[in-house]
């Protein structure tokens, strides 16, 4: 079992659409949880960044995380077609290196 | 802010030789970075981590002396792939950490490696 599953897709909504993107985790001791877009053949864009579990906002995109669970989402409200990438869910935790442990990372298409 | 580069953003080379990937942060100093590579349309592979002045931590599996990484100062970091082979061939990124920012790390937009 890999410390963090997520599903690769490919994920295609329509435009205007919510979508959700989640990832699962096995190690308790993650702290620290990070979504990134990586549009292709380009380096990955950190979109967000939360600590604690719970809702966190900005602009179109929420991060949601239920350590209880051991599970996150990112929602993303009225998407757009530049939203189309792929996704990666990343965590790590104090006391680790400062590593990130990556999901596969879900590819998500919005059309017009 | 938070801006990491990359020089070159991509390269060809001939089998044998040797290429050096540059990492720059360029808004902040960088105690740390990180390189990875990735293959496509697979996740991140951590290969190293960079300490300024000090030697760097490779993974499990990576050949230091095949993947030579110099932190020289607070805003660089070197990857050289010595003696390439075309198994090299792979998209190399970098990132530099933000520690003022929860153990952020930042992303360069990464160095396409082709060994003929």
């Known amino acids: 079992q890999k410390e963090v599953e997520q599903d690769p897709g490919p994920l295609s909504v329509p435009e205007g659409a919510i979508v959700s993107l989640n990832c699962t985790y096995s190690?308790?001791?993650?702290?620290?949880f990070m979504w990134y877009r990586q549009y292709s053949r380009k380096g990955p864009e950190l979109l967000m960044y939360?600590?604690?579990?719970g809702n966190k906002e900005d602009g179109r995109f929420t991060a949601q995380v239920d350590k209880s669970s051991k599970y996150i989402s990112l929602f993303i409200r009225d998407s757009q077609p530049s939203d189309s990438a792929t996704y990666l869910c990343?965590?790590?935790?104090?006391?680790?290196?400062?590593?990130?442990?990556f999901g596969t990372g879900t590819q998500l298409k919005v059309e017009l | 802010g938070a801006v990491v580069s990359q020089h070159p953003s991509w390269v060809i080379c001939k089998s044998g030789t040797s290429v050096k990937i540059e990492c720059r942060s360029l808004?902040?100093?960088?105690?740390?970075m990180f390189w990875y590579r990735q293959f496509p349309k697979q996740s991140l592979m951590l290969m190293a981590t960079?300490?300024?002045?000090?030697?760097?931590?490779?993974e499990q599996g990576v050949e230091k002396d095949k993947f030579l990484i110099n932190h020289a100062s607070l805003t660089l970091s070197t990857l050289t792939v010595t003696s390439a082979h075309p198994e090299d061939s792979s998209f190399y990124i970098c990132?530099?950490?933000?520690?003022?920012?929860?153990?952020?790390?930042?992303f360069g937009p990464g160095t396409r490696l082709l060994v003929l």
């Open positions: 990132s530099a950490l933000l520690a003022a920012v929860w153990e952020t790390q930042y």
């Open positions: 190690n308790s001791a993650f702290q620290y």
């Open positions: 939360t600590y604690s579990s």
């Open positions: 990343a965590m790590s935790f104090t006391g680790g290196g400062n590593k990130l442990t």
């Open positions: 808004d902040f100093q960088a105690t740390t």
């Open positions: 960079s300490n300024e002045g000090s030697k760097a931590t490779y």
